[in-house]
């Protein structure tokens, strides 16, 4: 590949007096405070537009809101590219658990339906709860048991990759044994009462997300009066009911509703304008929150990072691409728009990067490339950037975001940037990384406090480094 023939030659030539120059002055970023502008630009979009769902007008009035800021720096260019787009409205939903010992025995429990969810009709849909721990658990109990109930997946949060799976697929799975309905524990760690939606397989049945309480107290519930049928003598036991759920959602989706965009900048290569280094982060949040963390946070770095490239006075070699791309939360269109739009130049990225895991203490990048490419950016990552993070490099062996992942199965190598996890600061790969971040993403939390404005320009600046070393030579 391209990009494995460059970086082999890039360790040394970038060692150039004048780009180590303008490489130190990319990292003067990481420490002035006196910079807030990415978090507050962010800020401002935010508090301004609100959420960023793909389809909703919103995301439009955001995307025309980042338009006229790229007009303020004549360095860059911008365009809109179409992407043709689903819509889905959440509309109004709501969910009750009944416990006749309460006064009033409806019980209202915060919920978010899953995105593309069908809706359960203005009536709502009320059954049982049986509360599943896994795919296996369902099958044992099969048809006979589940037909006409309500599914909870209440696995205990293990990661993303483990437990997404039942928000995911559940309601496909569930509805096979004849479920009426489908309820998710919310796919994270922590919880103060806190729902966190995220996308499924369409189903015939709806699904929506509970919080970890609300999902241990149906289980606790359901565990008690199964004891009760055993034991009909266990105290309290005519007080143990089968947990029931009212369901409410007016979802309503609509197929290729709508011509939207992605958001494309570019600052010219001075000497080989014509090969490509991308920078990106999603543009879409969900219709919850404002997508702070997910993902203005990474769109926006990638952004900062190429303003900053943009005031150096040296532009570098190749042209550094930012992109902020549509429709990642539900059907990655803003992927696959792009690369049908530039099939013909998908040879000529020499490197995709995207940061779309929470933009705390910047780590480095997860890699998907040649071992040669991955033990020449260990090195470039040790040299410039280990005094001030992001230099770490880990080989992974597929991709490591969604919206880079096309450009990766047509040879461009892929970097993941991540941060340390916003609370341990444990490092990815590990799965404690990502603890901090899974407590707000897909939530009415994910608003601008989840970002700090320190970090948030610390991780522009790793970002422009490597942007900079790996388009320049
Ligand atoms: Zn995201």
Redesign the pocket.
Known sequence: MLGNIVLKENAETVAKASSVEMINTLIENVENKDDTSIWDSLAEMTDLYGHRMTGHVQYDRSVSWVMDDVKLHPELTAWEEPVTVNIWNRNAEYAKLYIPTRSPPEIDIPMLGSGQSIGTGPEGIEADVIPVKTFEDLEKLGSSKITGNMVLFCADFVSYAENAKYRISGPLIAEKYGAVAVLVQSITGYSLMTPHTGAMYLSSIPSASITIEDSKLIERMYTRYIKAQKNPSIPNSDKFVKPRVKLVMNAESFENAKVSSNIIIDLKGSEKPDEIVLLSG?FDSWDVGVGAL??GG?AFSGYGALKMIANLPIRPSRTIRVIMWNN??TLFRGMHAYVEAHKDEIKKHVFAMES?MGNFNPWGMQVMGSDDMISNLKDLGKRYLSNVGGGNVTKIDHSPTNDISALGEMGVTLGGFESLDKYSQASPPSVEANEGYYRF?HSHADRMEALDKDQLRANAAAIAVWAYIIANQ
Do not use: S
Request: proline share 0%; net charge negative; glycine share 12%.
């Open positions: 999603h997910d993902d990474g990642e939360e779309d993403y």
